[in-house]
C-alpha cells in the first residue's frame, strides 16, 4: 500500500486504520469520465460488446494481438503448489463466473450445493475470502458460509468470518473496513433514480449492491442498449463525482474513492498478519475486467498467483487460466486434496 494510492495507512490496527481522500485525477484505467463528450455513451455500449464472450469468440486474429493465451491452472497444478511450498496459501474468490455461472438474472446466480461444499472444505484448509462486487449481504445468502471472509461492493464492504476459524478465532463477526461509508446515501438516491428512469426498458436491471449501483444490459436487446446508455448517463450528469466503471454487460457506478478488489485484497492480507511477509501465497480467482486490480496487485508484490477464469484469451494480468466454474471446483477439490494428501517432499502449510 503506497501514497500513490491516496491511502494513508495509520499504524494502529482497526477498521479506520486507513485514511481515504478523495482524488478525481486518480483514475483506474477502465474508468469512464461520466461528464465526458457525447462519444462516451458509444465508448460505454463498445465497450459492453466488447465483454461479451460471444464477442470475444467472433473477433478476427488480429483483434487478439494484445490476448494472452494462459497456460491452464489444472494441467500446471504441481508446479503452482511447488511454487507455495513452505508458504501460506490465502485464497481470493471472485463470486459470480466464477463460483457461479452468469445468468441472465443476477438475483438467481446461485452457488451449487457441491461448489458450496467445496469452498466450506477449502476454508478449513486455508484463510478464504470471497470478493465480489455485489453487496455483502447478497453474495452471503447466496454462499451461506460463516466461516470465510467477505469483501463484498468490489472490496468496500469487508467483514471477518461469523464463524470463529483456526485463522480467525472467536465469535467477533463484523465489519472490518468500510471505505466509502459516507457515499451511502448518495448510492442510494442514484439507485432509486436509476430504476425509475430505466423502468420502461425491457429486460434492464439495476441492483443495489450497497456502496455502489450496478446496471445490467445482459437482458436488454442489444439495439437497446445506447438507449440504456443514455437513461444512465442523464441520472449520472447530476453525480459528476461518482465513477463508472465496466464489467461483464454490466455499468457499475462507484463512490469516487481509489478502492478496488486489488486493495482489497492488500487490506485482507494485512488483517490476517501477512502484509509484509514473504511466506505467503495468495491465490485469486476471477472472471471480470474488475478483478485486474487483484491480478496486478499479486504481480506487484510478486507473490502468489492469479487465475482467470475464462474460455477465451483475454488481455490480463493474471498468470493462469481455468475456463469456467466447474473447472474452479474441480482445482479446489485437488487443493483441499492436496493439503489433505501432500505429495512426497512436499509439506504444505
Ligand atoms: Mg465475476
Redesign the pocket.
Known amino acids: 500500500m503506497t501514497k500513490q494510492n491516496v491511502l494513508v495507512q495509520k499504524p494502529r490496527a482497526g477498521p479506520d486504520r486507513y485514511i481515504c481522500s478523495i482524488s478525481n485525477k486518480k483514475v483506474l484505467k477502465e474508468e469512464v469520465d461520466v461528464n465526458g463528450a457525447g462519444e462516451i455513451i458509444g465508448s460505454w455500449v463498445d465497450r459492453l460488446r466488447a465483454s461479451s464472450p460471444t464477442h470475444i469468440k467472433s473477433s478476427t486474429p488480429s483483434s487478439l494481438t494484445n490476448m494472452v493465451h494462459l497456460p491452464s491452472a489444472m494441467k500446471m497444478f504441481n508446479q503452482i503448489m511447488d511454487e507455495s511450498k513452505g508458504k501460506q496459501i490465502v485464497m481470493f474468490l471472485?463470486?459470480?463466473?466464477?463460483l457461479s455461472p452468469?445468468v441472465d438474472d443476477p438475483d438467481r446466480a446461485f452457488i451449487s450445493h457441491k461448489m458450496r461444499t467445496t469452498v466450506k472444505k477449502l476454508a478449513r484448509c486455508f484463510p478464504t475470502a470471497i470478493v465480489?462486487?455485489r453487496c455483502m449481504d447478497k453474495v452471503y445468502s447466496f454462499v451461506k458460509l460463516a466461516e470465510i471472509y467477505y469483501a463484498g461492493s468490489h472490496g468496500m464492504d469487508i467483514r471477518e468470518p461469523a464463524k470463529g476459524t483456526k485463522y480467525k478465532k472467536g465469535s467477533h463477526a463484523g465489519i472490518l473496513f468500510q471505505p466509502a461509508s459516507e457515499y451511502l446515501p448518495m448510492i442510494d438516491k442514484v439507485y432509486n433514480e436509476l430504476v425509475e428512469k430505466t423502468k420502461l426498458t425491457p429486460g434492464a436491471k439495476i441492483e443495489n449492491n450497497k456502496f455502489c449501483a450496478s446496471v445490467h444490459f445482459r437482458s436488454v436487446d442489444e439495439k437497446k442498449w445506447t438507449e440504456l446508455a443514455h437513461q444512465v448517463k442523464s441520472v449520472l450528469k447530476n453525480y459528476p463525482e461518482l465513477r463508472v466503471t465496466q464489467?461483464?454487460k454490466v455499468l457499475e457506478i462507484r463512490p469516487p474513492i481509489n478502492w478496488d478488489k486489488g486493495k482489497a485484497l492488500e487490506f485482507l492480507l494485512e488483517s490476517l498478519g501477512f502484509a509484509n511477509c514473504n511466506d505467503v501465497f495468495p491465490i485469486y480467482m476471477?472472471?471480470?475486467r474488475?478483478?485486474e486490480d487483484a491480478f496486478k496487485v499479486l504481480r506487484e508484490r510478486g507473490q502468489g498467483i492469479g487465475i482467470l477464469?475464462s474460455k477465451y484469451p483475454k488481455e490480463t494480468s493474471a498468470s493462469y487460466s481455468l475456463q469456467e466454474p466447474s473447472e474452479v471446483m474441480d482445482f479446489l477439490q485437488r487443493l483441499v486434496h492436496w493439503k489433505r494428501v501432500p505429495y512426497v517432499g512436499q509439506t504444505p502449510m
Do not use: A
Open positions: 471472485d463470486y459470480d463466473g466464477t452468469i465480489s462486487g464489467g461483464r476471477g472472471d471480470d474488475t478483478d477464469v
